[in-house]
């Protein structure tokens, strides 16, 4: 089977389980203002397209635009002091990125989560990542499912001189419908995860083709 040389990763659902540190910041930020809390597999269900749009899909659909963003401020004020209360490695996940690494691969992780917090998350638990790109539109770099925080990923690595060659080492690993697009915008394969926030029929009629059911499947690949 091919072995790839460069691992692209997902974040929230991929690497790490995220679920509880977003929803209890998303309901703290809605309590705070007045609104009605989710349950979590609410929260599962808006996650995948950054923390703007999941306030946005969390708050009530009348919510003025000021009272979204006090709202939106409130949660990233929040989440930034407690995105590590219940944030942890899935299982497997810290053995494979050391596997990996073992072998020489080049590791980056493409995430729709604020990039502090992207940044400072892959720091604490996953030092054997060279590159970690967050959500940093200001600077022209549109979010997932566009393929340029991979281009950005690739750049870093000194991968994208010549894309169409080099680029024939990577796949993108991700849990969700966004990362089978992304994957598709930056012309990679994919490799979609079963343990993550999606369901295997829900990416299945989201054109997911290649699965693994845990981490140590990767190494195969």
Known sequence: MQQYSTYIFDLDGTLLDTLQDLADAVNYALRYHGMPEHCIDDIREYVGNGVRLLMKRAVPQDTSISDFEATYATFRQYY???????TRPYEGIPELLNKLKQRGCQLAVVSN????????LVAHFFPQ?????????ENGIR???????????????QLIRHPLSERLGTVYIG????????????????ISV????????????????????HPADLLDF
């Open 194 to 213: 079963l343990w993550g926030f999606r369901s295997h029929q829900f990416l299945l009629s989201h054109g997911a083709t290649t699965f693994i059911y």
């Open 80 to 86: 930034m002091q407690h995105a590590l209360d219940t």
């Open 129 to 137: 990542i060279d590159v970690a790109i967050g959500e940093h539109e």
């Open 175 to 190: 849990d969700s419908d966004v990362d089978i697009e992304t994957a598709r915008n930056a012309h990679l394969p994919c």
């Open 143 to 157: 979010k997932k499912p566009a393929p340029d925080t991979v281009f950005e990923a690739l750049r870093q690595l």
């Open 113 to 120: 989560k604020m990039m502090a917090a992207t940044q400072e």
